[in-house]
């Protein structure tokens, strides 16, 4: 917790400056990201349908003349903050069930766990899609399925931590003293698992955003006119051979994005993790 | 003996809960079944009629065992948008999507398990670099919007490979045994057709893999940096064992379980991520199958396709777990 005063502590290489550089931007651009479009990201403008980049559409304008730099910029907050929806309840939902399930231990554990185990096998486009196709295409039904498929990836990981938390000896002190359950909790596991968590959840941001997109891509998840990211590329699509650049900078978005929270997550990984040597 | 018992009851019990989620998926629709299924013109008796004919008058439990009891006889329900059993296009759909996942599978192992050896040889150099970069990139492009890149500029402007179908329009009337125009191609003996599905298959299953392969790659590369570690190297090293007799003779078997397990899960995945891949290459297969029923509301196609992607997951993992055991009968259940 302490290396957190410091926040930039973990990044080494410039390469990793530069990507942690591009998460805060990219944080940014979701939370003010509206402010300063240039352009509304649904004015629809026939006159300007499909042209090409210049100095008043830097990045063009898309099939019904929309300005795609302002769509890409207010698509952040679609993508980005679905996307850390998903992440944050998810992560509340699976740590719930992962820290009840190493406190009560025996069998509800076990059935917890393989539950756990199973769910976690499926693949979660799939999943989603099928989540999805009963809610009905929306941004919200995409962000539902995705959290539905996701939670056992929370589960199991808090599971571990709070085991070996629980195996530590403060814990049989804390015992002795008879601190009740809630401090244990908050004050004890929770603080313990924060690192660990905090790396899974910078991991795990590119492959929800991927998700997301691709999910909005088929049709599921936003729909146009609303300036998602997957969205803007499915709509793109029929005038690829003659306007790429519809198609283009939304996924470059997408993909400098994803690539950057990796980069950062690695880096979290390399610098923090005591638990899970995995590389 | 004791561990085929135990993972046969894990597959089991594994179907059991995908039943149970396909079984909720097809419950939560909005709207009552039995009214959209009599139709807006319908009396009260008509509906209280077709409820009882469709089980839905009874408790949720018997429900969920008359869906059992339909899917243990092969009834998947009837497709509303392509009015024929689902079973009939998901047989029709599956070997297409099949073919392509084979061939993704093919791209990812050819490129993930050397070049995870190699680099976790060369732990640290620049060749190492550049492999992590490599993967670092794969794990962050959208499979959807690399399908279309590589279809409009290999495909399209360089014109290397065709941009759609799975086969070129003079095969049109081509016809298997199989449905694996791979498979067809090589038993009637017709290369032409073979190579001509494979030219079709190459930017869809680059597409599809990459991903998977930065995956891959980087758990191979990992596996093999901590096998590289074990005394067993220095051992073979000072007996001056050749670098490639190490690497290839001691390390690769050692190492390549754990990998060999995400591989097979990954097979699951790919199949599952063919929704973003089929649609824009024009291929036949589920995932297309899938988008498309979504988009008309046909939930119990969609709620098959899952079940389908489900069940082919659970029988990948379960041939590669049993392949482990049976190539090291040391056994490593106790992961």
Known sequence: ?279 | MHYFFQRFVFSLLSLFILTLITFLLSQVVPGDPAIVAAGPNAGAEKIELLRSEMGLDKPLTQQFLIYVGKLAQGDLGKSWFTHQPILEDLIRELPPSLELVIIAMVINLVISLPLGLCSARYNDTRFDSLVRLFAMIGAGLPIFWTALILQNVIGGELQLLPIAGRLSFEYRAFEGYTGFFLLDGLILGRLDVFFDALKHLILPAFSLSLLFTAVGLRITRTAMISEFQKDYVLLARTKAASEPRIMFKHVFPNGAPPSLTVFGMQFGWMLGATVLVEEIYGRPGIGRYAVKAVTQSDIHAVVAVVLVVGIVFLLANLVVDLLLYILNPRGRMDK
């Open chain 1, 1 to 279: 917790m302490k290396s957190f005063l410091n926040l930039t502590f973990f990044v080494k290489s410039p390469f990793e400056k530069l990507a942690l550089g591009i998460v805060f931007f990219i944080i940014l651009i979701s939370i003010f990201g509206d402010f300063i479009v240039p352009y509304d990201p649904t004015q629809i403008d026939f006159r300007g349908k499909l042209q090409p980049p210049s100095l008043e559409h830097p990045l063009g304008q898309d099939g019904a003349g929309r300005d795609v730099l302002s769509r890409v910029l207010s698509g952040a907050r679609l993508t980005v903050l679905s996307t850390f929806t998903v992440i944050f309840v998810v992560l509340v939902i699976g740590c719930t069930i992962g820290i009840f399930s190493a406190f009560a231990g025996g069998w509800i554990d076990n059935i917890l766990m393989r539950i756990a185990d199973i769910w976690l096998g499926f693949p979660p486009l799939i999943l989603a899609l099928g989540f999805a196709a009963a809610l009905g295409a929306s941004l919200e039904a995409a962000i539902w399925a995705l959290i539905f498929s996701w939670w056992p990836n929370y589960a199991r990981l808090s599971r571990m931590i709070t085991l070996d938390i629980l195996s530590k000896p403060f814990i049989a002190g804390a015992e002795v003293l008879g601190v009740p359950l809630w401090r244990k909790v908050t004050f004890y596991v929770l603080p313990n698992a924060f690192d660990v968590l905090i790396i899974q959840v910078a991991l795990d941001v590119s492959a929800v955003m991927l998700s997301i997109s691709g999910l909005s891509f088929i049709g599921v998840g936003a729909q146009i006119p609303a300036p998602e990211w997957g969205s803007m590329i499915a709509d793109g699509r029929a005038h690829m051979s003659t306007a790429w650049w519809v198609v283009v900078f939304p996924g470059l978005a997408i993909f400098f994005s994803a690539l950057s929270f990796n980069v950062v997550g690695d880096a979290l990984r390399r610098e923090l993790d005591p638990l899970i040597r995995r590389v």
